[in-house]
């Protein structure tokens, strides 16, 4: 495979930190890959901006930083203002409508998904939102499959809630399979 | 003047999570020195480090931002220096009485004129939500998963007991009376200290099952009873707030100019004590 | 056995492994980037009996592990740059007083609270010298989860080994990367027990009197043989003592044992050195930055190599010199102003051909800032 | 101090963050939470002018005016 | 057994000066041991640094001779480690209070199971005559070569405000009832504080006019008094003897036995607390 | 004006010194071999109006200090091994918020308690890398009073014009030895004050943003500039940062006002350099025995010769390698394992050339020591 | 523990430096400093073996025997 | 002059270390003497032994310990048992007749001199021994004037026991001149 380096990028209390970790840990936990994972902490961790770098490979990763992410996902305005830049030419830019407005054209497929008002409207709890779009992640990237990915929620989310996470994995797929570039 | 001629606009909104209580003692505090009608020019602010000490950042006065637990004694070597300034060193319950508990009793016993506001959130806020030593039996931090087994200090006898001549304790929930006895620790000739319950809802709050910032407001409310109140008397339990010292001592700085002039009178004899 | 793979922070491996080096004992302080370590002791040591206390500050909880490393157990603390500053005097009597020990000092952005979350490696010289007084110290580090596995149990080892604290000095961005850990199994590791005496009770124990291959087998405190500990100049029974004579042979056994086992304590990891015209030399994190430049331009045909130091102190002299010694080039790769750069250079024989490939603002070090530096020492300008 | 009477609670929506606090303990219950988690004056004629809003606020983002 | 067989004969006579009150306390610790019939083995005696602290030297126990102020917490470290033992801890009063202030005041707070002798000779004695925590108002030191300014500590109010279980306090003229005193301590489940005065008569006396260690002592004798006496009444500045708390409090290690049995229950799970 | 003669220990050299550099503030908590200077300035600082406080630790009086010179007061601390470990927390702190202090670390042996009253130097390293993170430091010393005394002046004047921690690194031979002082007449040696900001009330100041001299001019805590001081990076207003740039442009300025000024800085006294064949270099009291040994050599012909370094950090390397390029010997004379000897080395052109004399057993090293080694060099054995 | 009503002080003149503790406080006077500063039971007649010299000597130099 | 190297020994209550520092005071501060002095700290400088090297000279001093006396002081037999072999050929061994008993022969001028039972005799306060031993030293050595140790005594002495110090620092003179190396 080709190695992917991926950003995600939003606020603090949406969960891109532990949906990145998920999807992560699903890379070498249940598909044999290797993948490294790291988040900014620091001030900008409290509240506002938050970051986290993966990125998934077969072979050893070395350096563990996205500098120029394959894959780009901004929660936020803010965080699409700040790191849309970055991206690598060709990559994946993903947003979600509710919080972000793509202003401008970059060299890369960019993808706005209403995966917020998708979540409330079909499940009613935000707190699945971050699982939503690591769904939409999946499906677009079909990176990792959405077996591994729900192993590892199978270990870290109370049973009670699994099948919530698993809908709105669910959800996130179809959201982004359903997705018509035109529509941008 | 306005709250807002107090602070440094240009860093607000601050830095403390959604519903933090140190952002009420903030303004407090302001309202204090501003009912005080200190200069901004003769108040210096000292802190250590913890998310309470971020609180020097966004003050208009002199500001110290200085290291964990040590923040009383940068503030007597300012406050030996120049006494004639009002210093007021805002602690965390870590970082007043954890790692710096020596240096609380010790400004404590000499008795000098400096106010230490205890931010007291029984928690480590900065660090993530380990347990500190006003972490309750049995609360849960990241430190305690089992439930803390540590008995926590009562900062009120322990002020008294190392002899602090002003010791007061109020909560966020209660902001009218937290900046009336602010102005008076902050009028005390000597060392005050202050507890004030502060809400943590990100880490104290979230471990220990309370469901918002308003839920650790209202614990405030019904868990905490004025000093000698019936209410304590049936529920021992509950937490006393108010005054508990006032007393006029020998203050530090007074004493030491005695000292001066005492030694001004004698002669230098070749270096010999 | 299927293998037994944990996707886990660089603080994670640290704690899996103090466990499976049989750690029974932790106190500490709390503070970033080092805090995940207690946390996740304190939930995990009273599961097999240990003990986790949370200490009033870093000072008491580098006394508090010496004194239970004296009852025959095995300790650790963690900390970073300010707490590991507010331990140095305590480290220093446990160098005295050769208690086992290890403390981990993930280093952050200094000098003083500096950049609280940002990787550095500003803290190696300090973990030398920290302490007053000459002494000598074992330091190790790492930079992946798997090295950092095996070198923390080794810290237990050497530790054990030479009776001497060992400071394991990880940096931020190892500490939190997560990343693959393969859990060695039961055995697959050499773990060092602590070498009791076989003194029986009621004969003379002497604490402080080497065996003839140099180790000074211990007595648990609360055991049979009742002796002195301190902190002061003293005889082989623990006694204070300013006898020049045994002043000097105590002092030479502090050093001695440490400096003179140099080989016996370095861990290097080499990639591409045989034939490397340009040879960098790093460690921690920055090593893995190092490894990514080294790979990318060995697939390109330039002739780049690695040494990655897993000892820092005591400095392998000898080894840094000979890898060294048939490069045209040295690149040091750290993150701070060149500190372990100033041990290579002492330990070469052309100094000038030694350089520093560095980053000091807080972020971390990147291959294009290797790249630029490569450049210029080429002669290729900016 | 001027008296606070006639003053009403602004609100510096930059600033609030939406704890809640200011709308729970409001005793003329004269504030809500908006769409934007945002406090607002939502009942400018049931406020009383205490004040408290303002001094609990731990933003800072309340002033009577 | 005789006092004989629990000291090491070959360090005799011992280091501190003619009629140190140290050597009392020792003398009186030896007895306290003894009367208690506690194996020698099962002793530990930690101490930091000091001519107080040299104590460790001299005993027949298991013996830690740390650095100066923190030996509470080794002795924490060897109490957690190993509940069984007794463990205590001679400290000087600038050891104990100065330096050493917070590890004692958290030691309490904790209520571990371990004694804490303060061998209270009112000064630094190792150093030479300076000022310590508990030197009086006035009282001269070289430090204060105009007469100390600090207020002291009262060492049984502060280890109270901290929440120390056991406290009392003590004299080596009152050598009879200072190994009561300190058995009691001893035998206690918890944290016991025994603030001991203890006269140095080479810094402390030759500085404020005692002629002699019996001049001392006979000081102690006059200027204290039992707990709760009339003679207290009538001469409010009486130091106060005796027991001052004496209370069965849930002790640390106890508390800590408890999370062990709860974490043995519990499935580790990922690593995830 | 008749010469004012005293008979002095070097500590009591320390505080006359201090007080002709305008000393106003002192704090320190006492311990051997530098309680004298505390007890003095006890008795002296309060006729002068100064303020004199014994702290409970050495902790906080090394944070009191800080807090009175950010009022505009010359400020001293004191101390020996454990205390100067246990300082290094704060000494970081005044690194990082460019306050000026001097702490006087009076070597005792080491590590841990070690001989807590005989001679060492064995904390040189730990004077310059003591404390955590990457940084620059300032570190003086002087091997008699008459030095002592101009020395420490200097460690005052250095630290208000590089606003910058300075730490006089004493051993217990020069602090207790008694022996001449000659009282400066005032204004005999150069005092050099506060530098202050011209920037009026009302106009902004920056207390981080150096003039084109590179010097930062302060505004005193209490006047009319507030401003914020923090132990984080921070920017030029005081405030915290994580800007790389702007951590970068701190790092660099913290540490190049120190490195890039070792010539201002650099103290040396020269002995019999030009034709010496055998060069000593040494410093503090051992330079007193290497001195003996020279001048004792010279009478007898023997081409010896010494140079005193008085400014150990930044390390003088220029100095250093220019006087030792023409000798065919260096001889490193000191106190500890070889702490300037390592210096020494690094900083030469052929580092076979330079040996080590030292003594470790804690007893003052002896010109016989130093010709034992000598003889040994000159390969004519024991 | 043994009675010590028939027993009397013991001075090890080697561990005795000369405080005048016991001597001072000695209920019954039995006890003297001799010329070499050393405590010495000058009068055993008088002692009545309360034990108390011992327990106060600083130096361990007394024991009941 | 020649270099003079002077070690007192004694025990901690004798004001030893006093009196070498009265010398080397008086040399440097009265007679334009370069002087350095230093003594032995440690545990032993309480209670037990104590030493204090004193080095007087017309040139500067630069090594400042003591290694082989040229005088030799010894006030307590243990002193005396510990020191006395460092003595230079040549030397001036000086003891009181109450502590210390000269039992053997050393190639320097062993003085033993009776002055702890003069001091008790003539003057009987025990606390000027050490300026009665002064006396006796400068008197055998004329090393250092009268009038420079008086200068001394005069700065540091309350003036009340001024005249003490000086009948005992002539007592010692007066008992070093009588001395007759054949009562040995
Ligand atoms: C010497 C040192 N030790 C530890 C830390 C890490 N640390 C930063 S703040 C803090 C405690 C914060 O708790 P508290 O003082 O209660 O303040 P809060 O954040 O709760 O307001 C700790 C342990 C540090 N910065 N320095
Ligand atoms: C860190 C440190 N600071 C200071 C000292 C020096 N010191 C040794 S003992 C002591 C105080 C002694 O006083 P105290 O604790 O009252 O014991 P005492 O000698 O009076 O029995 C001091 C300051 C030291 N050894 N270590
Ligand atoms: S973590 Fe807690 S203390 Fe810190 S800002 Fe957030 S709520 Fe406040
Ligand atoms: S001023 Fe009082 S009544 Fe009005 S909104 Fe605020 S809290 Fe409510
Ligand atoms: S209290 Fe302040 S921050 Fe909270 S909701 Fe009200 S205005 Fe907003
Ligand atoms: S100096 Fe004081 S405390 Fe120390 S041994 Fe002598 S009398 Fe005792
Ligand atoms: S109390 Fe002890 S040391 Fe003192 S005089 Fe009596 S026997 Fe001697
Ligand atoms: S036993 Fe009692 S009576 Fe006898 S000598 Fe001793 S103190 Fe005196
Ligand atoms: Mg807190
Ligand atoms: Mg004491």
């Known amino acids: 495979m ?29 598909e044999g890959l290797n993948a490294v994972q790291s988040q900014s902490y620091g001030p900008e ?81 935000p707190i699945v939102f971050n699982i ?19 192993k590892v929620l199978g270990s870290r989310v109370p049973a009670a809630f699994l099948d919530l996470n698993k809908q709105a994995l669910e959800l996130g797929q179809k959201i982004a399979e359903n997705f018509d570039p035109k529509n941008i | 003047m306005a709250v807002k001629d107090y602070i440094r606009e240009r860093f607000f909104p601050h830095i403390w999570c959604p519903g933090c209580g140190h952002g009420t003692i903030m303004g407090s505090m302001i309202r204090a020195i501003e009912n005080l009608g200190i200069k901004k020019s003769d108040i210096v602010v000292i802190s250590g480090i913890g998310c309470s000490s971020r609180i020097c950042g966004y003050l208009d006065f002199h500001t110290l931002h200085t290291i964990h637990g040590r923040a009383l004694a940068f503030a007597t070597g300012v406050k030996l220096s120049r006494p004639e300034l009002t210093v007021i060193v805002p602690m965390g319950d870590g970082d007043a009485f954890a790692i710096g508990g020596n240096h609380l009793i010790h400004s404590a016993r000499r008795n000098i004129d400096v106010t230490a506001i205890i931010m007291n959130n029984n928690i480590y806020g900065m660090t993530g939500g380990q347990y500190s030593p006003s972490t309750r039996y049995g609360d849960l931090a990241t430190t305690a998963p089992y439930g803390n087994i540590d008995q926590p200090f009562d900062f009120v006898k322990l002020a008294l007991g190392a002899g602090a001549s002003f010791v007061a304790r109020t909560t966020t929930y209660h902001a009218t009376s937290m900046i009336k006895i602010l102005e008076k620790a902050i009028t005390h000739k000597g060392f005050s200290v202050v507890d004030v319950l502060s809400q943590c809802p990100t880490y104290f709050g979230r471990k220990n099952k309370f ?61 010999k004590v | 056995m299927k293998k037994d793979i ?107 609270t500096g950049l609280p979350t940002s990787g550095s490696q500003g803290d190696v010289m300090q973990a030398r010298w920290g302490t007053h007084g000459e002494h000598a110290i074992i330091a190790l580090t790492a930079s992946n989860n798997q090295d950092v596995f095996a070198i923390t149990v ?24 997560r990343e693959r850990l393969i859990m060695p ?67 030479r056994h502090l050093v001695d044992k440490i400096q003179g086992h140099t080989k016996e304590v370095t861990r290097i990891k080499e990639f ?77 024989a052309d100094p000038q051909k030694v350089f520093l490939a560095n980053q000091i603002d807080g972020s971390f070090i990147t291959p294009t800032d290797i790249l630029n530096i490569l450049r210029i020492i080429q002669g290729k300008g900016a | 101090m001027t008296s606070k009477e006639n003053k009403k609670p602004v609100i510096n929506i930059e600033w609030c963050k939406g704890c809640g606090i200011c709308v729970e303990f409001c005793p003329e219950d004269a504030l809500v939470l908006n769409e934007m988690e945002k406090s607002k004056l939502v009942y400018p004629e049931k406020c009383n002018g205490c004040g408290m809003c303002e001094l609990r606020c731990p933003d800072l983002a309340i002033e009577l005016r």
């Open chain 3, 185 to 251: 199994k039961p055995g697959e590791l050499n773990v060092v027990k602590r070498l009791r005496t076989s003194v029986p009770k009621g004969t003379d124990y002497h604490p402080y009197l080497p065996r003839e291959d140099g180790r000074l087998p211990m007595s648990d405190f609360g055991g049979v043989h009742r002796y002195n500990v301190t902190g002061l100049a003293h005889d082989m029974w623990g006694f204070p003592s300013n006898n020049p004579k045994i002043v000097y042979g105590l002092m």
């Open chain 1, 45 to 125: 961790a409290r509240g506002g901006a938050s970051r986290s770098d993966v990125i998934i490979a077969d072979s050893d990763i070395r350096f563990p930083k996205v500098i120029q992410p394959n894959v780009l996902v901004c929660l936020t305005q803010e965080a699409y203002n700040k790191f849309t830049d970055l991206i690598r030419p060709g990559g994946l830019l993903l947003t979600d409508s509710h919080y972000v407005k793509q202003e401008k054209k970059v060299d890369a497929k960019q993808v706005e998904l209403d995966m917020y008002k998708e979540v409330m409207d079909k499940i009613g709890k």
């Open chain 3, 6 to 112: 944990r996707f886990v922070q660089g603080n994670e491996a640290v704690v899996e492994a103090a466990m499976y080096a049989d750690l029974d004992f932790f106190a500490g302080y709390p503070i970033t980037p080092s805090t995940e370590i207690a946390e996740l002791l304190a939930y995990r040591l009273p599961k097999k009996g240990g003990k986790f206390i949370q200490m009033e500050d870093e000072l008491s909880s580098m006394c508090t592990i010496i004194g239970a490393s004296l009852t025959g157990k095995k300790v650790m603390t963690a900390t970073s740059g300010p707490g590991f500053s507010l331990k140095q005097e305590a480290i220093g009597f446990a160098v005295m007083t050769e208690t086992p020990c290890v403390i981990v000092n993930v280093q952050r952005g200094g000098p003083s």
């Open chain 3, 272 to 348: 591409f050195i045989d034939d490397a015209e340009y040879l960098l030399i790093s460690y921690g994190s920055s090593a893995r930055t190092a490894l990514h430049v080294v790979e990318n331009r060995r697939a390109r045909g330039e002739r780049l190599g690695l040494l990655e130091l897993q000892t820092l102190w005591p400095f392998p002299v000898d080894v840094v010199q000979e890898r060294c010694a048939s490069a045209n080039c040295v690149m040091v790769v750290e993150m701070n102003m060149g500190q372990i750069f100033y041990e290579v250079k002492k330990a070469v």
């Open chain 2, 211 to 271: 469901a918002s910032p308003v839920d650790m407001l209202k614990y405030y409310k019904s868990q905490t009873t004025p000093i000698g109140s019936e209410a304590k008397e049936k529920n021992p339990d509950l937490i006393e707030r108010g005054i508990f010292a006032q007393e006029e001592r020998p203050e530090y700085c007074v004493e030491y100019d005695k000292i001066i002039e005492k030694a001004s009178q004698r002669k230098v004899t070749n270096g």
């Open chain 1, 2 to 30: 080709e190695r992917c380096r991926i950003l995600f990028s939003g606020s603090g209390g949406q969960g891109v930190i532990t949906a990145s970790i998920i999807l992560a840990e699903a890379a070498v936990l249940h």
């Open chain 1, 132 to 150: 939503c779009m690591l769904g939409a992640l999946i499906e677009l990237t079909q990176l990792i499959k959405q077996e591994s990915i729900m």
């Open chain 3, 154 to 177: 080794d810290a237990f080892n050497l530790s054990e080994t030479f009776r001497t604290p060992v400071i394991l000095l990880l940096d931020e961005v190892v500490a939190h990367t």
